[in-house]
């Protein structure tokens, strides 16, 4: 302990000398980064947000350290988050790549088809990099080939592991089911970019007849734990990354062993230090040693936290607030998408989709939407004014965005149907 707080402490103050924004921020607080000696003083820092750095990625940018390239999220729903990366940094994201790859049982002779970005965001450079050092043969597909000539470029590769996010590879797995076509014979599927839903999970280890091993990460961090051959959560690389739970949206600890809201340190980022950053998810801490021998701890990833519908009134609506309404009502309802539009009348209406609930009785139909609009105080006095519309649709078909992901929240009042395709998602 005595040493993650040696580490953390100086992180933090180099994030505080040499990134503008840190600077002004501990010193906005009162706070002496110099003084602080041990975890209970870090977790006094203020807490910093995906908006903050969207909107001041050059602020949180080390003023000395030798940058070499930008990474970028896509920005298709948010601002985009941009990150500068140092030689070092990149480094040592292919080797947590690497570690990830092998805890998913990656290793040297096999043939990875790597269907994640290569563009701004770097997650399919990282991986590239981590074939090569684990000798594997890495097929850079990339996020912009269309499912078409994904099928026949996997015809002709024949590679026997995929890397790729959980909506496209049900997307093929589709394809496959509905040509009759043959698949090429995959021993691993290793996915990530999006969690991964328990029918999603189902129809691949169905197909496929093995179990998908899930990477976690986020494009401001690179990635941060993934399952191994026991598929018991997953392993958060806890030597390169400080995690804290917090209760959603605030700076309060919860109590050990609960679930929280991420609040992540990379304990090696110095292009731009992150130190306290909300990563908006939703983990649990899961105790006990793993079986595979690792001795990384283990998490599962519930979900995102931070998502919010804004809506009449300045009310709003967290995506967990609706995760718990539709799970209190059937356990299985954990897949969803809350779809937002601009009635005629100007009202909002909030469309509520699930896939595939088979059995969704009328009678739980109208428990479903009275526990959706019970989710949150605000809205259940909003019902009566007539300016909120709430619809729970059991069996509906899930936009996409076009990358490939399938968001909690599609808000189409702006007029963003452009950035958003239909199909039936799993
Ligand atoms: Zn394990």
Redesign the pocket.
């Known amino acids: 302990m005595e040493n993650l707080s040696k580490k953390i402490r100086a992180i933090a103050q180099r994030a505080a000398n040499e990134c503008p924004y840190y600077r002004t921020l501990y010193s906005q607080a009162g706070i002496d980064i110099n003084s602080f000696s041990d975890l209970e003083d870090f977790a006094q820092l203020p807490i910093v947000t995906p908006i903050d750095l969207s909107t001041n990625a050059n602020l949180f940018k080390s003023q000395t350290a030798d940058i070499y390239r930008v990474t970028s999220s896509s920005g298709t729903i948010q601002s985009p988050k941009t990150l500068f990366r140092t030689v070092q940094d990149t480094k040592t994201s292919v080797e947590v790549m690497c570690r990830l790859f092998s805890?998913a049982g990656l290793e040297a002779g096999d043939s990875l088809w790597i269907g994640q970005p290569f563009d701004l965001a770097h997650l399919g450079y990282i991986s590239l990099e981590a074939c090569q050092k684990l000798s594997v043969l890495a097929i850079p597909g990339g996020l912009s080939v269309t499912d078409q000539r994904m099928i026949n470029l996997l015809a002709f590769f024949q590679p026997n592991a995929i890397f790729t996010s959980p909506s496209r590879m049900c997307q093929i797995t589709q394809y496959y089911l509905q040509s009759g076509e043959k698949p090429p014979k995959i021993a691993k599927i290793l996915l990530a970019g999006e969690p991964c839903s328990a029918i999603q999970r189902f129809q691949i280890c169905d197909f496929w007849q093995i179990e998908p091993h899930n990477l976690y990460g986020s494009e401001e961090t690179d990635g941060l734990a993934g399952?191994?051959?026991?598929h018991?959560?997953l392993?958060f690389m806890d030597d390169l990354y400080y995690l804290e739970l917090v209760e959603p949206g605030t700076n309060k600890k919860v109590p050990d062993g609960q679930a929280g809201e991420a609040v992540i340190t990379s304990l090696y980022f110095q292009g731009t230090p992150l130190i306290r950053y909300r990563l908006g998810d939703i983990i649990e801490p899961i105790p006990g040693q793993?079986?595979?021998?690792?001795i990384w701890t283990?998490i599962k990833v519930i979900g995102r936290s931070t998502q919010a519908l804004f809506l009449y009134d300045g009310i709003k609506l967290y995506s967990h607030q609706i995760r718990s309404a539709l799970t209190s009502i059937d356990p299985q309802l954990t897949t969803y998408q809350a779809v937002l539009r601009r009635g005629i009348d100007g009202a909002d209406e909030i469309e509520i989709v699930t896939v595939a609930a088979a059995n969704v009785s009328p009678a739980m139909h109208n428990k479903i939407e009275e526990a959706l609009w019970s989710s949150s105080l605000d809205l259940a006095a909003a019902k009566d004014i007539g300016k909120l519309r709430l619809q729970f649709n059991p069996n509906g078909e899930m936009f996409m965005t076009l990358r490939g992901k399938t968001p909690e929240i599609v808000d189409l009042r702006e007029n963003k149907e452009h950035e958003f395709v239909k199909g039936e998602r799993g």
């Open positions: 805890l399952s191994c051959s026991q018991s959560g392993h793993c079986r595979c021998g690792k283990r």
